[in-house]
């Protein structure tokens, strides 16, 4: 099992930046594929970004293609979100969380089920 904390979340003006984090502790970070969800009030929870446990693939839902990036440091057991050109719909609850899978498929590690550990979440509000 793995512990996540998010942190970074805040209010923005459309068009500015942020950049979540995402602390891990218990079993080694580096073997946890690792992705971020969020979820906006009176919605589901969506897919947003996922890495490879190694670092060297990434998956982005359509909606955040070009304007966020996930990465990790697996020396820091830590994991992050830049999010640059915010819009207001971008606005919601965001999560990390972390999978043991060894299937790196887009249809697996795209889908919330897929991870076993999640972490409390953190506020993103993007004002227009």
């Known amino acids: 099992q793995v512990q996540l904390v998010e942190s970074g979340g805040g209010l923005v003006q459309a068009g500015g930046s942020l950049n979540l984090s995402c602390a891990a502790s218990?079993?080694?970070?580096?073997?946890?594929?690792m992705g971020w969800f969020r979820q906006a009030p009176g919605k589901e929870r969506e897919f947003v970004a996922a890495?490879?446990?190694?670092?060297?693939?990434?998956y982005y839902a359509d909606s955040v293609k070009g304007r966020f990036t996930i990465s990790r440091d697996n020396s820091k057991n830590t994991g992050y979100l830049q999010m640059n050109s915010l819009k207001p719909e971008d606005t919601a609850v965001y999560y990390c969380?972390?999978?043991?899978?060894?299937?790196?498929?887009?249809?697996?590690?795209?889908?919330?089920?897929?991870?076993?550990?999640w972490g409390q979440g953190t506020q993103v509000t993007v004002s227009s």
């Open positions: 969380a972390a999978s043991g899978t060894r299937l790196w498929v887009r249809s697996v590690v795209t889908t919330s089920t897929t991870y076993g550990d």
């Open positions: 218990g079993r080694t970070f580096s073997s946890y594929a």
């Open positions: 890495i490879k446990w190694s670092g060297s693939s990434t």
